[in-house]
């Protein structure tokens, strides 16, 4: 009786495990429709947004349907409907013309997605990009409007302390094995994105550079820099819009 208890708990165990796999394989589809969404909403060209929105919205719903069960306790079932929360309110928004404004409904789903993966163990590429994001939101935002002349002592001191954070989540967005599956990458693309991670280090280390001899101009310029590369990888590794 102990060797068929034993065999069955095994024998669950790997089920569970399967799914679970499984469902971290679709939600990372999900997210790939939500990159664009994100981007096009915020960036344009805003007459796609709603059509990019409504293909991540039917990828999200037919997701939790699909998961339900799964989906039902928390962290997940929280995160379910703060989300779903999210998007009625985007889609609200979209509706209304309101674009920008739908977009700003829509960043927070990146943050909740990587709170719960955190929670559970098992972050992924995409809650590495997040956590980057977040530094580098707040280092734009102190870089924004100055010249080399008008950034005070403590906009470097600031800077510094986000750009060290950023350097550190940077460091985790890696193209490996699970990568490749997980986001269904050609070898092209693993090259791409690899490439473009590198250049985005290289920027990182000169910024880092910059703040260590307080040189305000190049700090500015990697600062801004920092931006183009993380879009770079960031929309890379979206659905292409049509």
């Known amino acids: 009786m102990g060797f068929i ?8 165990a790997m089920l569970v495990l399967a799914q679970d796999a499984t469902l971290e394989q679709e939600l990372a ?35 939790t349907r699909k ?14 409907r703060q989300i779903n929360n999210h998007l009625q309110q985007a889609a609200t928004l979209l509706q209304e013309g309101k674009v920008f404004e739908a977009h700003r409904q829509l960043e927070p789903v990146r943050n909740i997605l990587a709170d719960v993966r955190h929670q559970l163990g098992t972050p992924t590429l995409m809650d590495a990009l997040t956590e980057f994001h977040d530094h580098m939101e707040v280092i734009m935002k102190t870089v924004r409007q100055k ?3 008008t950034l005070r002592a403590t906009d470097i001191e600031k800077i510094k302390t986000h750009a060290t954070a950023a350097l550190r989540a940077w460091q985790k967005v ?16 693993v090259a791409f994105l690899q490439r473009n991670i ?3 280090q290289q920027t990182l280390n000169a910024l880092k550079s910059a703040l260590a001899q307080k040189n305000a101009a190049d700090i500015l310029k990697y600062a801004r820099g ?3 590369g993380f879009i770079t990888v960031f929309r890379a590794l979206g659905k292409t819009i049509e």
């Open 174 to 189: 890696k193209i490996g094995p699970r990568e490749k599956v997980l986001y269904q990458l050609s070898d092209d693309q």
């Open 5 to 12: 208890v034993y065999v069955w708990v095994l024998a669950t």
């Open 226 to 228: 920092i931006r183009s």
């Open 67 to 80: 998961y339900h069960q799964a989906l039902q306790q928390d962290p997940w079932a929280g995160a379910v």
């Open 29 to 63: 589809t999900v997210e790939q429709y939500y990159i664009p969404a994100l981007f096009v909403s915020g960036h344009g060209p805003k007459e796609k947004a709603p059509a990019a929105f409504q293909r991540f919205q039917q990828q999200w719903q037919q997701f």
């Open 198 to 200: 590198q250049a985005q």
């Open 147 to 149: 010249s080399p002349e």
